[in-house]
């Protein structure tokens, strides 16, 4: 039995503060700190696949290896940058062997900002952190740089997942897909309660475990959206 997620409007101060991230952002300046570094190149196997998905802080890759499996003739990329679970979801994916598998130990921000506009017909991000405090809301998907051109790299009729257990967190996700000045065309095609008995990644595993309620938010980029 799934419980109920209530998601109320972000409060006055986070929704001004929002509102002021957005217009500070500036997503070439921030790339400036990966200006000397070796960046992963896209997995060029992937381009091979019509249909292409990426989890987002993807863990230790439970899902894509749940969903790679059931589904041989999509691709599914996974991108993490901590060194536990990004190292160990490498060494799971290699040893699944499967040709539409494909997984990155990095940074999503500089990796992600050189894809194609238009590339996947799903983006996941499942249980980010939340960063709880004020002083740390700047780390939020929902203040940050990347977001506008996440839903970018989404194909018309691409599907964008958040999932929480914090309702503010998927409050701000809400708000920001839309009122952000340079995110258009996506429409809430669900918002509630997760669906799922399992547990896709290790954290859902364990919200389950312990009753923790937890939410999703799916997001539609529109059909008819132009190239
Ligand atoms: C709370 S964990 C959730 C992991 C997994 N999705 C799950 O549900 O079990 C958040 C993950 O996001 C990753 N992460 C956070 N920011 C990231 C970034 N900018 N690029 C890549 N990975 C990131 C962290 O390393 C961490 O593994």
Not at 198 to 212: K, P, V, W
């Amino acid at each position: 039995m799934h419980m109920t997620f209530p998601l109320p409007l972000p409060d006055e101060k986070s929704r001004e503060a929002l509102c002021k991230a957005w217009e500070r952002q500036d997503l070439n300046r921030y790339l400036q700190r990966w200006e000397r570094s070796t960046v992963q190149e896209m997995p060029h196997d992937m381009i091979a696949f019509t249909w292409r998905a990426c989890d987002i802080g993807c863990g230790f890759g439970k899902f894509l290896l749940r969903e790679s499996e059931q589904q041989p003739n999509r691709a599914y990329l996974g991108i993490d940058k901590g060194n536990l679970r990004g190292g160990n979801m490498l060494k799971r994916f290699a040893a699944a062997g499967r040709e539409n598998l494909f997984g990155i130990h990095g940074n999503i921000t500089p990796i992600l900002a050189r894809f194609p506009e238009q590339f996947f017909n799903q983006i996941t991000v499942l249980y980010p952190n939340p960063w709880w405090p004020v002083k740390h809301r700047k780390k939020r998907w929902a203040y940050h740089p990347i977001l506008p051109h996440l839903v970018k790299l989404l194909k018309p009729g691409g599907i964008l997942t958040v999932t929480s257990n914090e309702a503010f967190y998927l409050s701000e996700w809400a708000y920001t897909l839309e009122h952000h000045p340079n995110i258009a065309d996506m429409v809430s095609v669900y918002a509630g309660p997760i669906q799922e008995n399992e547990g896709r990644t290790h954290f859902e595993t364990r919200f389950l475990e312990e009753g923790t309620p937890c939410g999703e938010l799916r997001h539609q980029k529109k059909s008819d959206v132009q190239a």
